[in-house]
């Protein structure tokens, strides 16, 4: 018996119909069989072996059931391994039969455990969160906590998923996004978070590729705020010494518990979790402030490290004495904050918003003594110079402190745990001051 090559007349004759359907498709002899090979530039290779002997009595047999093959991955959006299952006779699975289910499993383990992984956290509040997690929570939620309205992006999916309400990518991202407003950074985060998950399906389970979101538009289903709607930027603004004085003095005749929490985020530049992670330690024979918190994110991980205190000063520029080491090892209580499920940052605000009960007719309870002074605050600095005063607005008073006192950005970097190239994006006079004291240096 003569013996076959892959230059024997038939064979290129195979290969150059194969090519024609599509930019990539080629046939190669698999030990005698048939294989279907794609390559395509900057993707991984796909092949699957057919049924079909590499030989010229079947080459016709072999490309009926190519161009089958074809047409299921280029008009029905099926990856290769698929189509060819589906041309061989068997039937192709439903959306509602693919394990969505399942795949958000796996696509939790590779965000938590894999590269720049995310804490679980992070997942249960962006991403999903489990029937079991959400019975916990809602059996844990206190009288004074907002429940929760709006439920992870994947929550959503899942439920329109497996009742088969979308056939599509963009009609599934539209409707899982609806409880968040057009052009919102919430929504922005859950359009990119649900487009992160389809990606991997098609990639990582090899699910049919008409759910690749790599071609989408994502801006097309995040949206704009209608100029009507926009409301006042929240972002956090940092604020003058005496500022947040006014506030925590007030607070201290409230509740001492709270009141000594702000002064450890002043003093510190800590963010509220941070509170949770606070030690004092013994370097070199002197004691130190430590902090063992590290904040795992898409973009990299804020490191645990020594923290540098920076006292705040009165309008008549005296340093306000707190003994704060010494009163925390002595025991000083703070509040309870680890009870806070959706994290300490929320227990903060909901002690500085606190209002009386709801009323029977649906109006809001009175404001709290501190909520009072704290919306006055805010309110004032907002008026006075166009800054929002928030949470973090205590981390960000320590950025411009330092810079004040004549630190170098690198220094306060350091110190704030975080590099240079992010300290000089979110607090923009750190930048400017290393070029002015670079300037005063060089015209010396």
């Known amino acids: 018996m003569p013996k076959v090559t892959n230059s024997a007349i038939w064979a290129v004759s195979l290969r150059k119909s194969v090519g024609k359907l599509s930019k990539g498709w080629t046939v190669e002899d698999a030990r005698g069989n048939v294989r279907l090979v794609i390559r395509i530039p900057e993707q991984p290779k796909q092949s699957v072996v057919l049924p079909f002997s590499w030989n010229e009595l079947q080459a016709d047999d072999a490309y009926i059931r190519i161009r089958n093959i074809y047409s299921l991955v280029a008009k029905d959006g099926y990856s290769l391994k698929q189509a060819a299952q589906i041309a061989s006779g068997a039937a192709p699975k439903t959306i509602g039969q693919l394990d969505w289910a399942g795949a958000i499993n796996d696509f939790k383990i590779f965000k938590t455990t894999t590269g720049r992984s995310i804490a ?122 005496y500022i947040l004085l006014e506030l925590i003095d007030h607070v201290e005749s409230i509740d001492k518990r709270w009141a000594f929490a702000l002064k450890l985020m002043s003093v510190l530049g800590l963010r509220p979790v ?31 490290g020594e923290l540098f205190p ?85 981390r960000h008073s320590y950025s411009l402190r330092c810079h004040q006192r004549g630190i170098d950005p690198a220094s306060v970097a350091l110190a704030m745990r975080h590099d240079l190239k992010t300290h000089c994006s979110f607090y923009p006079w750190a930048e400017k001051k290393a070029v002015k004291d670079i300037f005063r240096e060089k015209a010396a």
């Open 120 to 241: 679980e956290t992070t997942w249960n509040k962006e991403y999903f969160l489990s029937k079991e997690e959400i019975e916990k929570r809602a059996a844990n939620i206190k009288g004074n906590m907002r429940t929760r309205t709006v439920f992870p992006v994947l929550n959503n999916a899942l439920q329109l998923l497996e009742k088969g309400y979308v056939t599509t990518p963009e009609d599934l991202i539209d409707e899982s996004v609806r409880g968040w407003t057009a052009g919102s950074r919430s929504r922005q985060q859950a359009v990119r978070n649900l487009a992160a998950f389809l990606s991997y399906c098609v990639k990582r389970k090899k699910f049919p590729v008409q759910w690749d979101t790599t071609f989408l538009t994502l801006k097309d289903h995040i949206g704009v705020i209608p100029k009507s709607q926009k409301k006042k930027s929240q972002k956090a603004d940092a604020v003058e010494d």
């Open 274 to 304: 941070e509170l949770l992670h606070l030690e004092v330690r013994k370097h070199e024979g002197e004691k130190e402030w430590f902090c063992t918190y590290e904040k795992k994110a898409g973009n990299g991980s804020t490191r645990a």
């Open 310 to 394: 920076i006292k705040l000063k009165n309008k008549k520029g005296i340093s306000q004495e707190w003994n704060l080491m010494q009163t925390f090892e002595k025991g000083e209580i703070l509040p309870d904050l680890s009870t806070y499920k959706y994290g300490v940052a929320d227990g903060l605000k909901n002690f500085l918003e606190r209002r009386g009960a709801t009323k029977k007719d649906g109006t809001k309870g009175a404001l709290s003594k501190q909520a009072k002074k704290w919306f006055e605050l805010k309110e004032r600095v907002f008026k006075e110079e166009k800054k929002n005063l928030t949470l973090y607005s205590f």
